[in-house]
């Protein structure tokens, strides 16, 4: 049986500054969340990363290194524990009014995808099926990469 692999080309650039955020979710109850960490472009409002993962430190690690290839030299965030505990704070900026493109992008990723809306008839019953939705949303729109 021959596979047809297609060949994805990467391509990473430096980015200066940086917005992160996370958004709550859940999995068949309000008991059993589930986070969408995520870090935005400053200047292009483009995902550069993301991890779905519980409201812990241990995610804000994955993201973290997930960026690094990036050299980004500047993070924009709100006063979640995880960032002050993590980031330099020479690089860390806290406050509302360097993250509007990243709270703009909640809004867009709530309204395209219903698992993410606050108040909602759609869940996920699994883990795996929540994250695999959510996860091809944002590599088909904002990667433009089918999986």
Not at 58 to 70: G, Y
Not at 74 to 91: C, K, N
Request: aromatic content about 10%; glycine content about 6%.
């Amino acid at each position: 049986m021959a596979t047809n692999s297609a060949q994805i080309d990467v391509s990473l650039g430096r980015v200066q500054a940086a917005e992160m955020d996370e958004m709550w979710s859940f999995v068949q109850s309000k008991q059993q969340q589930r986070w969408l960490w995520h870090t935005i472009d400053h200047a292009s409002g483009k995902i550069l990363a993301y991890v779905l993962a519980p409201h812990e430190d241990s995610a804000f690690v994955q993201l973290k290194a997930l960026l690094q290839p990036f050299g980004i030299t500047r993070f924009f965030t709100d006063g979640w524990g995880s960032y002050q505990r993590y980031l330099d704070r020479q690089v860390h900026i806290i406050g509302k009014s360097n993250t509007q493109k990243i709270e703009r992008k909640h809004l867009t990723l709530r309204t395209r995808i219903k698992r993410l809306a606050r108040k909602t008839i759609c869940f996920s019953k699994s883990i795996e099926m929540h994250d695999l939705v959510i996860g091809l949303f944002i590599n088909r729109y904002e990667f433009g990469l089918l999986i």
